[in-house]
C-alpha cells in the first residue's frame, strides 16, 4: 500500500492528527478487512494498534486496557451483537471519555442499520469500501474536533459544570469552527447544574438566530419539563416529532411528558413506536415495561421483556432483575410458548452469565420457572432452595428478585416465606400503592387471608416509626429529625424510611451548607435505594437535589 495518499493529506493539514501518537482499536470480525484497517493505520503513521473479533473481545480490550484514542468498529459482528450495541454500552457506561473517535464501518446501507447507529453519534459513519483518503480525511477531522473541545470535554465528564461552561464561553470569545458545538455543551452543563430559567434562555438565544435547530430545541423543551411546564413541553416535543421524526431522543422526552402528566398508555404507544425503528435500544424497553405494569399490561410487558433479551443478549444492560421478572411473567402466562421462550432464556444466561455471582439468583429463578412449567415438582422445590441460598447471598436484592422469590414461595407453598417476604415488601413499599398492589396480586387463599393483616400492620408500624421524626421536623427542629430519621434507617433498613432519611438530608443540607457525615449518609441512602428499586420516581428526585446542592452559589446582586 502506497504511502503517498496519506503524507500528503496530512502535511497538507497544518497542524493534523498525530497518527503515531494515537492508540487505536480496530473491531472487525472480517480477516481481511482487519488487516486492511490495521494496514491503512500503520500507514498514517499509528503504531498502538490492537485489535478485536468480537463484541465481547472489544468490550474486555475496552475495559482492561489503556483509553483508547480511536475506534474503528464495524457495524455488523459475528457474535450476535453488533457495533450499534457495543457503542450504547461504551458510551452509557463511560468506558471511553468523550475525547475518543468512534468511527462505525459498514457495507449495509440499509435505513435501519444507519439509522440506528446514527441516532447514538458515532463522531462519523463509513460505508465500505473506504478509500484511505475518506478515512485519513474523517480522523483528521474528528480529530481536530475532539482537540479543540478536549478541556470543556473533559470537565463535562467529570461533572464540573460550571468549569465547562467557562471552558466553552473561553473557547467562543477566542473565534472557533465548532461554535454551536460548544454551544450544545454549555446548555448540557447549565441542565447539569440545575439552572433551568438559565438553559431554557440559552437555548431560546440560539433558536433566533436557528429557529428549527432540532437539538436546541429539545433542550428548551427539556428545560420546560425540569420547571415543570409540562404542557409547554409537550406542545414543543410534538412539534419536533412532527418535523424531525427521526429524531427519537425528543420522543424519548415526550414519553417522559406524558408518564408525568399521568397518561401511561400514551407513553406506552411512543416508546412502542420508537421501538419499531430501532429495536436495538434497550433503555427504551425497560422504560416500557414500567409503564405496562403500571397499567397492568402484562401483554405488552412480556414483548418488551422479549425483545430486550433478544437484542440485549450479553449487554450489560440486562440485569439480573429482568431475567428474573420475564421468567416471572412467562411462568404466570403458562402454555407451550412460554415454555420455549424460558428454554431461550435459559441458554441466554448459560451463554453469557453462567458462573457470575450476581446472576446467581436469576439462574436459579429461572430453573424454577422451567421446572414448574414442565410440572416437575422434585426439580422446581431443589430451584427453590437454590433461590432462597441464592437470596441469602444477595447483599442488595432488588425488588424484583424479592418479588420473584414470592411468586415461587407462593407456588411451592412455603406459607412462611411468603408471608415473611410479603411483609417485608409491604413495609418497604409503603406508599406506593403500584407496587403494593403487585404483591397483593402474588398472594392468594389463606395465604393472601393472612396477608391482609400483616399488610395493615406493616404499613402501620412503618407510619409509626416515621411519626416522631416527622413531628420533630415539622416543629423545626430539623436537624434532630435528621438524627432520628438516621436512626430508624439504620435500625429499620426498609425502603419507605430510608427513602424519607435521604429527604431530610437533602433538606437540611439546603438549608445549612456542606456537612461531610451527612452527605457520606446521603451517598449510602441512594446506593441503598438504587439496589432496592432502581425505578423509584422519588430516587430521581433525590439525585437531581444532591446534583444541585454541589453547584456554585449564584452571584449576589448588589443592593441599590
Known amino acids: 500500500m502506497a504511502a503517498t495518499p496519506y503524507t500528503s493529506v496530512q502535511s497538507g493539514s497544518g497542524q493534523g492528527c498525530p497518527f503515531e501518537r494515537l492508540r487505536y482499536l480496530v473491531i472487525e470480525d472480517s480477516n481481511t478487512m482487519r488487516l486492511w484497517l490495521r494496514n491503512a493505520l500503520a500507514e498514517m503513521g499509528g503504531k498502538k494498534i490492537d485489535q478485536a473479533v468480537s463484541y465481547t473481545d472489544a468490550l474486555f480490550r475496552i475495559r482492561n486496557r489503556e483509553p483508547f484514542d480511536v475506534v474503528l468498529c464495524d457495524y455488523l459482528l459475528s457474535d450476535s451483537r453488533d457495533g450499534q450495541q457495543l457503542l450504547e454500552e461504551v458510551r452509557r457506561t463511560r468506558l471511553l471519555p468523550s475525547?475518543?473517535?468512534?468511527?462505525?464501518?459498514?457495507?449495509?446501507?440499509?435505513?435501519?442499520?444507519?439509522?440506528?447507529?446514527?441516532?447514538?453519534?458515532?463522531?462519523?459513519?463509513?460505508?465500505?469500501?473506504?478509500?484511505?483518503?475518506?478515512?485519513?480525511?474523517?480522523?483528521?477531522?474528528?480529530?481536530?474536533?475532539?482537540?479543540?473541545?478536549?478541556?470543556?470535554?473533559?470537565?463535562?465528564?467529570?461533572?464540573r459544570h460550571q468549569a465547562c461552561i467557562e471552558a466553552c464561553r473561553d473557547a467562543l470569545a477566542g473565534g472557533t469552527p465548532y461554535a454551536l458545538d460548544f454551544q450544545r455543551l454549555i446548555g448540557e452543563a447549565q441542565l447539569g447544574l440545575g439552572h433551568y430559567k438559565e438553559a431554557h434562555a440559552h437555548y431560546e438565544a440560539i433558536l433566533r438566530d436557528r429557529p428549527r435547530l432540532p437539538w436546541a430545541r429539545l433542550g428548551?423543551?427539556?428545560?420546560?419539563?425540569?420547571?415543570?411546564?409540562?404542557?409547554?413541553?409537550?406542545?414543543?416535543?410534538?412539534?419536533?416529532a412532527l418535523e424531525s421524526p427521526d429524531y427519537l431522543h425528543a420522543q424519548d422526552w415526550l414519553a417522559k411528558v406524558h408518564e408525568k402528566k399521568g397518561d401511561l398508555e400514551s407513553t406506552k404507544q411512543i416508546l412502542n413506536e420508537l421501538i419499531a425503528k430501532?429495536?436495538?435500544?434497550?433503555?427504551?424497553?425497560?422504560?416500557?415495561?414500567?409503564?405496562?405494569?403500571?397499567?397492568?399490561?402484562?401483554?405488552?410487558?412480556?414483548?418488551?421483556?422479549?425483545?430486550?433479551?433478544?437484542?440485549?443478549?450479553?449487554?450489560?444492560?440486562?440485569?439480573?432483575?429482568?431475567?428474573?421478572?420475564?421468567?416471572?411473567?412467562?411462568?404466570?402466562?403458562?402454555?407451550?410458548?412460554?415454555?420455549?421462550?424460558?428454554?431461550?432464556?435459559?441458554?441466554?444466561?448459560?451463554?453469557?452469565?453462567?458462573?457470575?455471582?450476581?446472576?446467581?439468583?436469576?439462574?436459579?429463578?429461572?430453573?424454577f420457572a422451567k421446572a414448574s412449567a414442565q410440572g416437575d415438582r422434585d426439580n422446581a422445590l431443589r430451584a427453590y432452595k437454590a433461590m432462597q441460598v441464592a437470596m441469602g447471598e444477595l447483599h442488595d436484592a432488588d425488588n424484583e428478585q424479592r418479588m420473584a422469590l414470592l411468586q415461587a414461595a407462593m407456588a411451592v407453598q412455603d406459607e412462611a416465606a411468603a408471608l415473611g417476604l410479603a411483609r417485608e415488601l409491604y413495609a418497604d413499599f409503603h406508599g406506593n400503592d403500584q407496587m403494593l398492589d403487585r404483591i397483593d396480586g402474588l398472594l392468594s387463599g389463606a395465604v393472601g387471608e393472612k396477608a391482609r393483616y400483616l399488610k395493615d400492620e406493616a404499613l402501620q408500624q412503618v407510619e409509626n416509626l416515621n411519626r416522631k421524626?416527622?413531628?420533630?421536623?415539622?416543629?423545626?427542629?430539623?436537624?434532630?429529625?435528621?438524627?432520628?430519621?438516621?436512626?430508624?434507617?439504620?435500625?429499620?433498613?426498609?425502603?419507605?424510611?430510608?427513602?424519607?432519611?435521604?429527604?431530610?438530608?437533602?433538606?437540611?443540607?439546603?438549608?445549612?451548607?456542606?456537612?461531610?457525615?451527612?452527605?457520606?449518609?446521603?451517598?449510602?441512602?441512594?446506593?441503598?435505594?438504587?439496589?432496592?428499586?432502581?425505578?423509584?420516581?422519588?430516587?430521581?428526585?433525590?439525585?437531581?437535589?444532591?446534583?444541585?446542592?454541589?453547584?456554585?452559589?449564584?452571584?449576589?446582586?448588589?443592593?441599590?
Open 469 to 560: 421524626a416527622i413531628s420533630i421536623a415539622k416543629s423545626g427542629r430539623l436537624r434532630e429529625a435528621v438524627d432520628e430519621f438516621i436512626r430508624l434507617a439504620e435500625q429499620h433498613p426498609v425502603l419507605a424510611i430510608v427513602l424519607n432519611a435521604a429527604v431530610a438530608i437533602i433538606k437540611w443540607l439546603e438549608g445549612n451548607g456542606e456537612d461531610p457525615y451527612l452527605a457520606n449518609k446521603l451517598e449510602q441512602y441512594i446506593h441503598f435505594i438504587q439496589k432496592r428499586d432502581p425505578d423509584n420516581p422519588k430516587l430521581a428526585r433525590i439525585i437531581e437535589a444532591r446534583q444541585l446542592l454541589s453547584r456554585p452559589a449564584a452571584p449576589q446582586t448588589p443592593a441599590a
Open 278 to 367: 430501532n429495536p436495538k435500544a434497550l433503555h427504551r424497553h425497560r422504560e416500557i415495561v414500567r409503564a405496562a405494569v403500571a397499567t397492568g399490561d402484562e401483554a405488552t410487558a412480556m414483548k418488551a421483556y422479549e425483545l430486550m433479551h433478544t437484542h440485549g443478549r450479553g449487554s450489560s444492560f440486562v440485569k439480573p432483575a429482568d431475567f428474573c421478572a420475564y421468567a416471572g411473567i412467562l411462568l404466570k402466562a403458562g402454555g407451550a410458548e412460554a415454555g420455549e421462550k424460558l428454554n431461550a432464556l435459559s441458554r441466554q444466561m448459560t451463554d453469557f452469565h453462567f458462573g457470575k455471582p450476581e446472576f446467581g439468583f436469576a439462574g436459579a429463578a429461572l430453573k
Open 99 to 159: 475525547t475518543s473517535i468512534w468511527l462505525m464501518i459498514t457495507g449495509e446501507n440499509s435505513y435501519e442499520q444507519v439509522f440506528s447507529a446514527a441516532e447514538l453519534a458515532p463522531d462519523d459513519y463509513l460505508l465500505k469500501p473506504v478509500s484511505p483518503k475518506i478515512l485519513l480525511d474523517r480522523l483528521d477531522k474528528a480529530w481536530a474536533r475532539k482537540q479543540a473541545m478536549k478541556a470543556a470535554m473533559a470537565h463535562h465528564d467529570e461533572g
Open 220 to 240: 428548551a423543551a427539556r428545560a420546560y419539563f425540569m420547571l415543570d411546564r409540562h404542557d409547554e413541553a409537550q406542545e414543543l416535543l410534538e412539534q419536533i
